[in-house]
């Protein structure tokens, strides 16, 4: 038995992920503006640091794109092992690049405060 596909069920999938992506767009936007009330270094350490998480989203959305084509292929198959397999390994990967990307960015914020604190001593230490 072949299975139709039609455009109300190509839109029952995808408007749900077009949602998310919508809303992840808005977030992004709010943190923007309210964080833009705290002054213009602020922004841009926020600014520096959407890139890296964006870089973060876009790894892991690859590999569960990647991922889910796998899965859906094993369980064509019928093949639980293979699927635990890809599962166990979908979740490794994503673990080691979320840690990966959190630990970039402590380093990250943590030279920039360090240059924050060089910039202060120079321009607000008092002259001996």
């Known amino acids: ?13 995808s408007l749900p992920i077009a949602f998310e992506s919508l809303i992840n ?3 992004t ?3 923007t503006l309210v964080v833009a009330k705290l002054g213009t270094s602020i922004l841009g350490a926020l600014g520096a640091m ?5 870089i973060m989203q876009m790894s892991i959305q690859t590999i569960n794109v990647s991922n ?3 899965i859906a292929k094993a369980i064509g198959e019928k ?8 599962t166990g390994n979908s979740i490794l ?8 990307t959190i630990i970039i960015t402590f380093l990250y914020s943590l030279f920039f405060l360090l240059y924050l604190l060089k910039f202060y001593r120079y321009f607000y230490s008092k002259p001996t």
């Open 1 to 13: 038995m072949e299975e139709s596909i039609n455009v109300k069920k190509q839109l029952k999938i």
């Open 79 to 86: 093949d639980n092992e293979k699927l635990r397999l890809i």
């Open 68 to 70: 889910s084509t796998l």
């Open 25 to 27: 767009i808005f977030m």
């Open 93 to 100: 990967i994503t673990l080691a690049i979320s840690i990966l």
């Open 29 to 31: 936007l709010v943190d």
């Open 50 to 54: 959407t890139v890296v998480i964006n």
